[in-house]
């Protein structure tokens, strides 16, 4: 099991692979690790008790009750889907975040993600419409880049059932996230002729 202070040290490491020349690394974190709740489960996960429970009564009267031996095999991708629906995603999810890591230089914010931070998103600074914070417990929070869903959905940082993220760049679930989105405006001020007054903050 690596530690917090071995993650952040090889999250460093990798991010300053990634810098170009004369760019500075301001700052770097993970997102919070382990199995998450999302306000969105409050809706999901009932929907997946029910989805699951239908199934298998169906599952249960196919095999016992003589049905033709097609339909209990047309079932079984159903069960597999309640089971990722009820359990797995908790686990992707939780996988997903264990190997993302996040960055902001004094140009854009870096999100790496995949095993040894081989895919790279890069969010040019200069060019964000728009950052969102949503503030959390005991300081952590996800700051969104673009246009932030709203509601009860918009808590949820991957899409439930697409086994990934929903393709909206966030620093989702990071510690210290008001100071951090203070450095993330102050960087983009740096760049911006007008001293980043179009920066729209919510």
Same mark, same amino acid.
């Given at each position: 099991?690596?530690g917090?202070a ?17 760019e500075?690394?301001l700052? /770097?974190g ?13 809706v999901l996960?009932?929907? /997946? ?8 009564v ?15 095999i047309?079932?079984?991708p159903?069960?597999l ?5 009820l359990a797995g ?26 095993l ?5 998103? +890069?969010l040019?600074?200069?060019?964000? +419409? ?9 300081? &952590? ?11 009860l ?5 991957? +899409? ?27 960087? &983009? &001020? +740096? ?12």
């Amino acid at each position: 099991m690596v530690g917090a202070a071995e993650k952040q040290g090889q999250g460093v490491t990798i991010l300053r692979d990634k810098l170009g020349p004369g760019e500075r690394l301001l700052w /770097s974190g993970t997102p919070r690790q382990g199995l998450l709740l999302h306000p969105a489960d409050l809706v999901l996960v009932p929907f /997946s008790l029910f989805w699951l429970g239908f199934v298998l009564v169906w599952e249960y009267y196919a095999i016992t009750g003589g049905a033709p031996v097609c339909f209990p095999i047309l079932g079984f991708p159903f069960v597999l889907l309640g089971l990722y629906m009820l359990a797995g995603r908790f686990f992707v999810d939780a996988a997903r975040r264990s190997r993302t890591y996040y960055g902001l230089t004094d140009r854009r914010g870096i999100i790496l993600s995949g095993l040894g931070g081989r895919n790279v998103e +890069s969010l040019d600074l200069e060019h964000l +419409s728009r950052i969102h914070l949503a503030s959390g417990r005991c300081g &952590r929070g996800t700051i969104t880049f673009g246009s932030a869903p709203t509601g009860l959905w918009g808590q949820v940082p991957m +899409s439930w059932l697409s086994f990934g993220r929903d393709g909206i760049p966030r620093f989702e679930r990071i510690e210290n996230a008001g100071a951090v989105y203070e450095q993330i405006v102050e960087a &983009r &001020r +740096s760049l911006m002729p007008d001293g980043g007054t179009k920066v729209r903050r919510a």
